[in-house]
């Protein structure tokens, strides 16, 4: 009887509560595998800083899926893995650290999103050579 009042009084302290909405990043793995700029847009925030190389900009979720899709063009994926994922201490946003390869090359992927109201939206993406 005392352990079974001690689960039920100490077993609401012991659940760990995830603040912020969750994102599938299963699904923006997949989107930047296949090359699929519009399926990785759905993720993305109204504007997006996109960095390719040495080219950086902000960007509307138009013009930062058209900027993708050229890349995707250019630089065809053929594989990516993620590598290292990681939310800040208050989670309200997170980041993702993968390798793309692709047919012109080896690239380092980063992606920070960040919680706006019901969604975890993508903020930054950068393509970095490996």
């Known amino acids: ?3 079974l009042l001690f689960v039920l009084f100490f077993s609401p302290f012991m659940q760990t509560t995830e603040v912020g909405p969750p994102v599938n990043l299963a699904t923006i793995t997949k989107a930047i595998s296949a090359g699929d ?8 925030d109204s504007t997006v800083e996109i960095a390719i190389l040495d080219e950086e900009d902000m960007y509307s979720k138009a013009e930062a ?4 899709k050229s890349f995707f063009s250019t630089a065809k994926p053929t594989a990516y893995s993620q590598v290292h994922k990681g939310k800040s201490k208050g989670k309200d ?7 793309l390869s692709t047919a ?7 992606i920070y999103l960040k919680v706006k109201g019901a ?9 970095d050579e490996n």
């Open 1 to 3: 009887m005392k352990t």
């Open 37 to 44: 700029a519009d399926a990785l847009s759905t993720h993305f």
């Open 65 to 68: 899926t058209t900027k993708v």
């Open 93 to 99: 946003s997170q980041y993702c650290i993968g390798n």
């Open 104 to 110: 012109d090359g080896e690239y380092r992927v980063y």
């Open 119 to 127: 969604e975890t939206l993508i903020q930054e993406m950068r393509f």
